[in-house]
């Protein structure tokens, strides 16, 4: 994706492999910073701490951050301490879990001195592989908006709903819920995209109004609870949303808030889609409930971070001092509620049936 007519991926790699640049999504919208991840351990405060999030972004930023580590101590015990470590900073998204077994499948059979390079190339191919997937989803999401425009009066716009940011700043390039915004917008279908602002964190406010706003796709910034009213009153034509986890029986896990959004679609019969790659489906999990949910700091709820008129960037208390708050960063849409899964092999009912005809082998491979 261009950011001031320059190309950018989420993640790559800097001074000639010394370290992992990726753009800290904390400064973002007010400030384009980019930081270097030089060993494991800041890869792994990367994911903790959000300068990095979505669920494919964190895959593949554990990945780097393993060749990171096997780069300092490449022995069997560096190779398991460290997937460990780098799995336990975010619950989740089993996008990390993934990207760090198809590593350790990668890279335990191999001789020692041969494992550095060749985990840092399997991280680029996973890489690679992401952006070629969230492509594809976007290809396949494009014919139901195409649909959707083709029942629309010349020049009227799709409309369409969004939660959190499940954009190109969550994966390698593209994202996966806009992936089929900008592959429609590039093809002439005139789109527009309202934004929950997404709290606690403002994913929607700082990430997804800035990309679609780089990309110069219409948008509207909403808050959270404004969703059910512009689909009582046919604002919306159609929801897509990102996911952290998909079970093997279509239930999905997304930013906290997705489960009242799919409620309202259902109650209003708006469309309600959910994108995903191979690497979020969960074929260990049948039940949604089961899915880890992450459990983040009060403080996130009590205070928000924005710029000032005279331009700098502040955090500020919202609750009177010693409010408790509690901060359950997910929720778990059950599959009855969900139109169906984009993936990268097309578009299937949220059921095992559905998930089980594109992906007969279950567990895919990088
Ligand atoms: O807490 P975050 O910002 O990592 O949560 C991100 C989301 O919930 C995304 O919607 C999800 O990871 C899908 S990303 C393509």
Redesign the pocket.
């Known amino acids: 994706m261009k950011i001031g007519g320059n190309n950018y991926r989420t993640i790559w790699l800097d001074g000639g492999g010394e370290a992992v640049a990726v753009i800290d999504q904390t400064k973002l919208p007010h400030s384009f910073e980019v930081i270097r991840l030089s060993t494991m351990q800041e890869a792994a405060r990367a994911i903790l701490t ?1 300068q990095v ?4 972004l ?1 895959g593949v930023t554990a990945a780097y951050g393993l060749a990171l580590a096997m780069r300092v101590d490449p022995s069997d015990a560096s190779l398991a301490e460290a997937i460990s470590h780098l799995a336990r900073q ?1 619950p989740t ?1 089993v996008n990390l879990r993934w990207a760090l077994e198809e590593m350790r499948r990668h890279l335990q059979p191999l001789a020692v001195n041969h494992r550095a390079q060749a985990a840092f190339s399997r991280a680029a191919r996973l890489a690679d592989d992401d952006v070629e997937t969230c492509r594809r989803i976007g290809a396949h999401g494009l014919e139901i908006v195409r649909a959707i425009a083709a029942k629309k009066k010349p020049g009227e716009p799709v409309n369409i709903l969004t ?5 190109w700043l ?2 390698v390039d593209w ?3 806009t992936s089929p915004m900008y592959q429609a917008h590039d093809a002439g279908v005139t789109l527009h995209v309202w934004v929950d602002e997404t709290r606690p ?1 403002n ?1 929607g406010a700082a990430l997804t109004a800035f990309e679609l706003g780089a990309h110069g796709i219409p948008h509207t910034l909403i808050t959270d609870n404004a969703g059910g009213h512009l689909m009582q009153h046919g604002k919306v034509d159609l929801v897509i ?4 986890r998909v079970t093997a029986t279509g239930d999905v896990a ?2 906290i808030g997705t489960y009242l959004k799919a409620l309202a679609a259902k109650d209003t019969g708006v469309p309600f889609y959910v994108a995903l790659p191979h690497s979020t489906i969960d074929w260990t999990l049948d039940d949604g409930f089961a899915i880890p949910i992450e459990e983040r700091s009060g403080d996130e709820v009590l205070q928000l971070t924005g710029r000032s008129a005279t331009g700098e960037v502040h955090v500020f208390d919202i609750a009177p001092d010693g409010c408790r708050a509690a901060n359950p ?2 929720d778990v849409t059950p599959a009855r509620l969900v139109s169906g899964l984009i993936t990268e092999r097309g578009v299937c009912p949220a059921t095992r049936e559905g998930l089980r005809q594109l992906y007969p082998e279950g567990q895919c491979a990088a």
């Open positions: 959000m999030r979505g669920a494919p964190i975010r998204a939660h959190c940011n499940a954009g969550a994966c994202g996966t819920a964190r994913q949303v990102g996911t952290d997304n930013k960063a997910f």
